[in-house]
């Protein structure tokens, strides 16, 4: 089967350049998107084809429709950032196209090709470059996904599906800045379990992580701290977002156990935080861990970590039990040397010494 080529057919209509402009001043996150999208649709037998830049709209979706029922659906997230000369730039795409695939696996889904998936996001950008903001953090949000097109209510494994991207301006993740947030650990419900969902990209892990949120806001929390779900004390991740624990000069990420997403700022990290000198390893931490080595001083600081929301503080920490202030409360300075360093990598004011950028 050969890999098609993108047909442009691009918007008549698209948004003024003053009404585009109103929009970047202050984009928020994921409420406004761009001119065009990619679709690009897969049939059992005949495989990718029909892949087309259009201008962004509605689907028509028949009540039928598989992923309504059943979930067949995964996504990713990247950005694309303006470069210091103009031009543009997304940080490891490769890097998304091969979690895509690997969520395609586990959700019985076809593997959209590397080269494709790269193609259709830089198509995408190359399109709808005025809409990637000029300035600091800001950046044009991807979010490629695949979802089962098929009609029926028959429990398998569909045999026609839609992939898109689309691409949405954004600003800061949390409102604000870069504010600690105070999380939850969960204790009442789970994420995932070994052998399920976890380390995939599909919706339904968003769907079951709903409620929990619901309960951290009820707990005067920002998010939810996941931990496993056989002793409900070992730390996995966040709701978007991988978690580090700094201890002075070592910083520690919990180990990919199958059940957690294996985040590409989590992998990137790694490498950053030995480039600057750190000591930086992938380990297992109990709940009691985080609280005993933050009353003893040794646990100096603790952060999350995503496309979306770059690298976020911790603050304060609650449970059914127990309620503590991580450090000082406030955003610490390993946190922020390093959310320094991927930022500058990320909008090309640093080099680029492990060819992580992918200029379009
Ligand atoms: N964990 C979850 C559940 C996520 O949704 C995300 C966001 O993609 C991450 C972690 C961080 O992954 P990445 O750094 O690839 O954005
Ligand atoms: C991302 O960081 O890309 C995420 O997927 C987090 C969230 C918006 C789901």
Redesign the pocket.
Known sequence: MTTPTIELKPSSNPLSDAEREAILASPGFGRHFTDHMVTIKWTEGRGWHDAELVPYAPLSIDPANMTLHYAQTIF???KAYRQPDGTVATFRPE??AA?FQASARRMAMPELPVELFIEACDALIKQDRAWVPDSGEASLYLRPFMFASEVGLGVRPANEFLFIVIASPAGAYFPGGVKPVSVWLSEDYV?AVKGGT?AA?TGG??AA?LVAQAQAASHGCDQVV?LDAVEHRWIE??????LYFVYGDRIVTPELTGS?????????LLTIARDLGYTAEEGRLTTEDWQRDNANGTLTEVFA?????VITPVGSVKSEGANWIQGDGEPGSVTMRLRKALLELQTGQAADTHGWMHPL
Request: charged fraction near 20%; proline fraction near 3%.
């Open positions: 990713e997230g990247l890097a998304n979690r994420r976890g990209k892990n968003y992580s996941w991740e966040m709701g978007g977002m991988n957690l997403l294996p985040g590409i700022t989590r992998d990137s970590c995503g496309t979306a929301a």
